[in-house]
């Protein structure tokens, strides 16, 4: 039985982290939870009947000498608590972005070999039940060779652009820096290591002057294609969708409804056109069915869930995670190319004006 600690009691400890752990009831335990706010970390104990809650770091290390960590806080704080957790034996799950710069990626890796302590990233989409079944049928040859890939995340203002103290906004990139880290981790499923960006921004709503921009538009260069992403923060919708567009089709992966089509159109007459929206409208029914059923019988998977499954076999049988320290930095490598094009686009717009 593994004994589990919390650092960081908000949102994504509450609603994601700890239901998780606490379904894997006769494999770990979940000892304590931490933060600053002691009121927070005693409420969060008390909603989920943990036994133990601190606002010292160091002194829950000290006394409940966990086997894990997760560590939910804010990213500029990842790399010192990692690093202390790892040291008095505990290994590390970390929610993305790993860090906000490579080198403390790379001294949290260090200390990571040093003290043969694992330091494992929740890049949770990549163990979303759609888009798995996505790179499945992409890897078995259903759309032909791949040509390119487009990526749409929107997320609601009220979310983190309204909400002027959020932590978000002072992020390297601002709001980017919070969901960047899952466009690019997506991306490289799909066109490997990316080796060169672009980024175009607009700001939609000048009243949230904390708020840097609302329309990201991202190109990332990989080494087997391109892939362009939209990153909206100016609606009132959430979307996450993804498409990979193959030499025979194209594979449409809804990440939220956990949906996956496939589109194919090799001519625009109206026979074709229309068998091919009857094939999608079938598709969709499919999934529709097969999601209700697996949602009615408890089976419908939440990609946390996942992630945190094979995070705690991976520690019980010493077996190697999805998403490790060095693929952590290496997310955190090129959000550092995005945010420095950003900078750079802004010096050369007032150089010029």
């Given amino acids: 039985m ?20 606490l379904k894997l009831k006769n494999k770990v335990k979940i000892v304590a939870v931490c933060d600053l ?15 133990k809650h601190y606002n010292n770091f160091s002194n829950l290390l000290n006394t409940e000498k966990p086997d894990v960590v997760v560590i939910c806080t804010p990213p500029q704080t990842h790399a010192k608590l990692a690093m202390e957790a790892m040291e008095h034996g505990s290994h590390v799950l970390l929610e993305k972005p790993m860090a906000l710069n490579s080198n403390d990626c790379d001294l949290m890796n260090e200390v990571s070999v040093r003290t043969k302590r694992k330091i494992c990233i929740m890049h949770n989409q990549i163990f979303n039940p759609a888009l798995q079944r996505g790179k499945k049928l992409f890897l078995e040859g259903m759309i032909g060779d791949f040509v390119g890939m487009n990526l749409v995340l929107s997320t609601p203002v009220d979310y983190m652009t309204s909400i002027k103290d959020h932590w978000s906004h002072k992020l390297p990139g601002g709001v980017l820096g919070e969901t960047g880290p899952h466009v690019v981790y997506l991306a490289k499923e799909f066109i490997g290591n990316i080796y060169d960006v672009d980024v175009f921004t607009k700001k939609h709503i000048p009243e949230y002057s904390w708020s840097n921009y609302e329309d990201f538009r991202i190109v990332l260069m990989g080494e087997s294609g391109i892939g362009t992403v939209s990153l909206i923060y100016a609606s009132n919708n959430w979307m996450g969708k993804l498409e990979i567009i193959g030499s025979r ?3 449409s992966v809804d990440l939220q409804a956990q ?6 159109r090799t001519k625009l007459k109206a026979m074709t056109v229309g068998l091919s929206l009857l094939s999608e409208v079938l598709q969709l029914l499919k999934e529709f069915s097969l999601n209700t059923m697996n949602y009615f019988i408890g089976k419908r998977s939440d990609a946390h869930s996942v ?8 520690i019980l049988h010493d077996k190697p995670f999805p998403v490790s320290g060095f693929e952590g930095r290496d997310n955190v490598r090129v959000m550092e190319m995005l945010v420095d094009k950003m900078k750079n686009k802004k010096y050369e717009f007032a150089r010029s004006s």
Avoid: D
């Fill in 2 to 21: 593994l004994k589990v600690a919390i650092a960081g009691c908000g949102l994504v400890s509450s609603k994601k982290h700890i239901p998780a752990f």
């Fill in 37 to 51: 706010n002691e009121t927070l970390a005693k409420e969060v104990a008390q909603r989920f009947s943990i036994e």
């Fill in 249 to 251: 089709g194209t594979l």
């Fill in 259 to 264: 949906t996956v089509i496939k589109y194919e």
């Fill in 307 to 314: 992630g945190v499954e094979q995070f705690v076999e991976s």
